[in-house]
């Protein structure tokens, strides 16, 4: 009688704990995407504490010499990394697997233990490949937390399945599940990275792939392969975020006035200098204060640190390689690429920029240099690269050709500025007599207009900006002059008029002397030698003009001591209008008479030797 019962028994067990097994893999399958998802923000918390642990060394790390082991880090990362482990220990440890195990263990009475293995093995695949379809469904920016949370899940289920489960699943197995995930999970990556434009979403997905990594590594799991291809992309994910720098910075610039920065509360000032490392002195200002720079350089100071910070995030979560040699090329890359090309755009095209306006530029490049230190200290420190190794690595200032191009840009509308008073040089009367009373009217036109260039600029520019601006400018005027004398309007000039050049000559010399209470650095002790040597080629022109003896040009020991500066054709060519002047031109240097004056005769042989020269 019982015996009959046996098959029908059977039969009843199987159906039974079939319908419970199938039950736990409806089951196990919600709970896998909350493990994962458990798991992984567990990854996320003993990611923050590692940096937050970071951020408390690097203060000791300035101020003592740590061991070049850190072991001090490592015992603290340790510890953070053993609080994940027991806490995900106990997220694993809250699934049932009790239902499987009966399952299991009922199917191995019955002697059909292989066949439960197959089929537990089989339906998990099933299972595998329904979650990557049913996701794949969806926009994968919006799904890609429950993707990878679902994998993690399973994974984490398996892991524990294989060490607890008596023999029910194999190493292999598990192995192969985790190659075809990955394959899996490597194809959709690449398929929407190659078609993302959005820096900000790729860095998303990036981060939170990294995390799954760092969470399936603690399992034993190889992730080398996902982490490649988040390496991978990093090229690109940069230039998308230049691209999206690059639009910022056009705008910043764009929508600068290029007037002084006004901040009327301290913590505008900390907001805007303080936070980016450009003051000029440790110590807080009086409000309202008037920054040297206008509004574009905190602009451009935040654009760049947040491209730091998001470089950072990417290198460090799944960059690959050395995080703080990676970011330093990307920084060197929107330096260069992006800020320095942005500004020369700008000065390149004039922009209708005006005298003040240049000058505020150039002004602003001056402080964007402090600001490069700051950029490349920022970096080092979210790298928990020492302060110290980093002032030992300094380079050249990485904006150089927009500096350079700031200061040509107002040289350019300084000289412009100067030609205008200088065509005033019209009324200069060439054959005068007597030499004009107080000299010229343009050149007292130029000697105003510079001391209120100076008086201005010395508010903005930095002294080494100023001295080679005014250095450049008096080169300008010296050439100007010696033009005048050149020019085709000019047909010959009198004694009285190089007087009257000579006074004009006197007067920016006089300019010049008026800076030396400006430049008192001893650091700009030479500066207004200088600009001294910036009048020179005039100043020996207009000596040789008023020399008794001009001939002594030609001798190579008086023209290297008085005379270097000056070229033979323009002496030449200089020298036959002043020539042409008749001989009671000449006589305003000597006495008047009849006979031949010996200037005229000394400039006579000036000026055939170099014809003969020619």
């Known amino acids: 009688m019982l015996l009959s019962l046996v098959p029908a028994v059977r039969i009843?067990?199987?159906r039974e704990i079939s319908r419970e097994f199938a039950d736990w893999m409806v089951s196990i399958r919600a709970a896998s995407r909350?493990?994962?998802q458990v798991a992984i923000s567990r990854s996320a918390a003993t990611r923050q504490r590692q940096e937050e642990l970071r951020s408390k060394h690097r203060p000791l790390e300035e101020s003592i010499a740590l061991d070049d082991d850190g072991a001090g880090d490592l015992d603290d990362f340790a510890a953070a990394t053993a609080m994940s482990d027991v806490a995900d220990g106990a997220a694993a440890a809250s699934f049932d697997l009790t239902q499987l195990y009966r399952a299991m263990h009922i199917h191995q009475t019955l002697a059909l233990g292989e066949r439960f293995k197959k089929y537990y093995l089989e339906n998990r695949k099933l299972q595998l490949t329904s979650d990557f379809d049913v996701i794949a469904a969806t926009p994968f920016l919006e799904s890609h937390q429950v993707f990878f949370a679902q994998i993690a899940g399973f994974f984490i289920v398996e892991d524990r399945v294989f060490r607890t489960g008596g023999g029910l699943t194999s190493r292999a197995d598990v192995d192969a599940l985790w190659e075809a995930a990955v394959g899996k999970m490597l194809a959709v990556l690449e398929d929407n990275f190659s078609r993302m434009q959005t820096a900000n979403h790729l860095l998303l997905i990036t981060d939170y792939a990294a995390l799954l990594a760092a969470t399936m590594r603690r399992y034993s799991y190889p992730v080398g392969m996902l982490l490649d291809v988040l390496a991978k992309h990093r090229d690109k994910y940069h230039d998308l975020l230049l691209a999206d720098c690059r639009r910022q910075v056009a705008e910043a610039l764009a929508a600068d006035k290029f007037d002084q920065l006004l901040m009327r509360k301290e913590y505008e000032y900390s907001m805007n200098v303080v936070a980016f490392g450009i003051q000029s002195s440790d110590i807080t200002p009086a409000f309202p204060y008037v920054a040297p720079f206008s509004c574009t350089v905190p602009d451009i100071c935040r654009i760049v640190r947040s491209f730091i910070e998001d470089s950072v995030s990417f290198?460090?979560?799944g960059g690959g390689g050395d995080t703080y040699a990676a970011v330093k090329k990307y920084l060197g890359r929107i330096l260069s690429e992006v800020v320095d090309a942005s500004i020369?755009?700008?000065v390149g095209s004039g922009g209708g920029l005006s005298v003040s306006q240049a000058m505020q530029v150039a002004a602003n490049m001056s402080v964007m240099e402090r600001a490069c230190e700051f950029f490349t200290r920022h970096a080092a420190q979210l790298c928990g690269v020492p302060r110290r190794a980093v002032e030992r690595g300094r380079r050249d200032f990485p904006l150089r050709k927009s500096r350079d191009a700031a200061e040509a840009l107002l040289l350019r509308l300084l000289c412009s500025k100067v030609d205008e008073f200088m065509q005033q040089s019209d009324g200069v009367n060439w054959i005068a007599d007597d030499p004009p009373a107080g000299g010229n009217e343009y050149a007292n036109e130029v000697t105003i207009y510079l001391e209120t260039l100076t008086s201005t600029a010395q508010q903005i520019l930095p002294l080494p900006v100023l001295r080679r601006v005014l250095v450049a400018v008096l080169v300008h005027i010296s050439e100007s002059i010696i033009g005048l004398f050149l020019s085709d309007s000019v047909k010959r000039f009198s004694a009285g008029a190089v007087i009257g050049?000579?006074?004009?000559?006197?007067m920016f010399e006089t300019f010049v002397e008026s800076m030396s209470s400006l430049f008192v650095d001893s650091y700009q002790n030479s500066a207004v030698g200088e600009m001294k040597a910036a009048l020179v080629e005039a100043r020996q022109l207009v000596n040789?003009?008023?020399?008794?003896s001009p001939e002594?040009?030609?001798n190579p020991v008086i023209r290297e001591k008085s005379y270097n500066k000056l070229d033979y054709k323009?002496?030449?060519?200089?020298?036959?209008?002043f020539r042409d002047a008749s001989e009671s031109y000449f006589a305003q240097f000597g006495t008047r008479g009849t006979r031949q004056n010996p200037k005229k005769k000394s400039l006579d042989t000036l000026i055939k030797r170099l014809r003969e020269a020619s």
């Open 12 to 14: 009843h067990a199987e």
């Open 34 to 36: 909350h493990l994962g």
């Open 315 to 317: 290198m460090a979560h």
């Open 344 to 346: 020369q755009k700008l």
């Open 501 to 506: 050049i000579d006074t004009d000559l006197k």
């Open 544 to 548: 040789l003009l008023m020399s008794n």
């Open 552 to 554: 002594n040009f030609l």
């Open 570 to 577: 323009k002496v030449a060519a200089i020298s036959e209008k």
